[in-house]
């Protein structure tokens, strides 16, 4: 029988694929509502008409955020990132990450701003199983993280059989709100 993996992940991160114009990308507005695609092809971005987003947009950043840091911890890893292009708007510089080992099948994932404390739904209102004192044992699942200096993915494989549940350098560009990547259809959340 096969356990199911959770994962659970907070905040919001942006990346891309590295293309110019990815019209499956992350769309910052770069026109207004009727622009046409020779006045926004003129303004130097980039124009893919699609319902219910931006046609005109900015072109995607080659990479968003790179790993500056890397700490291995007792129960797990914390990982510092920096932002290399901020064409995306106000982004988070340096962004943290809090990635948990919490049980034998559970992965706890935080991406957060470690210089502005952000509100967080009370333990009452919403119990949360407590860390645990050391690392948990028969885990059972692997984990990959980018290494120093590249753009930073994560990704997260069963032990046995090698199956990947959750891969975030596999998202074709966007915003991650909730998370944009690639998951096992199984994973429940």
């Known amino acids: 029988m096969l356990t199911p993996v959770v994962l659970l992940l907070t905040l919001h991160l942006s990346v891309s694929d590295g293309s110019t114009c990815n019209p499956n990308g992350f ?48 129960l797990g890893y914390q990982i510092v990132l920096a932002i290399n292009d901020s064409s995306i708007g106000q982004a988070i510089s340096p962004l943290g990450v809090n990635i948990t080992f919490q049980t034998a099948d559970r992965l706890h994932v935080k991406i957060f701003d470690p210089n502005n404390k952000r509100w967080e739904i009370p ?9 645990p004192a050391s690392m ?7 984990l990959g993280v980018a290494p120093q200096g ?40």
């Not at 769309?27 to 987003?53: A, F, V």
């Not at 333990?123 to 860390?131: C, F, K, N």
């Not at 090698?162 to 074709?172: H, I, K, Y």
Request: hydrophobic content about 30%; overall charge positive.
């Open 27 to 74: 769309r910052k507005d770069c026109g207004y509502l009727g622009i046409q695609q020779p006045e926004c092809e003129q303004k130097g971005c980039c124009w893919s008409p699609k319902d219910h987003i931006p046609w005109c947009f900015f072109p995607n950043p080659s990479s968003v955020y790179t790993v500056q840091k890397t700490t291995k911890t007792s």
């Open 123 to 131: 333990r009452e209102v919403v119990p949360y199983p407590d860390l």
């Open 136 to 142: 948990p044992s028969n885990v059972q699942y692997t």
């Open 150 to 189: 590249k753009e930073f993915w994560f990704a997260v494989q069963r032990k046995v059989g090698g199956e990947t549940l959750f891969n975030s350098s596999a998202a074709s560009g966007g915003e991650m709100s909730g998370c944009i990547c690639a998951f096992k259809q199984t994973v429940w959340f």
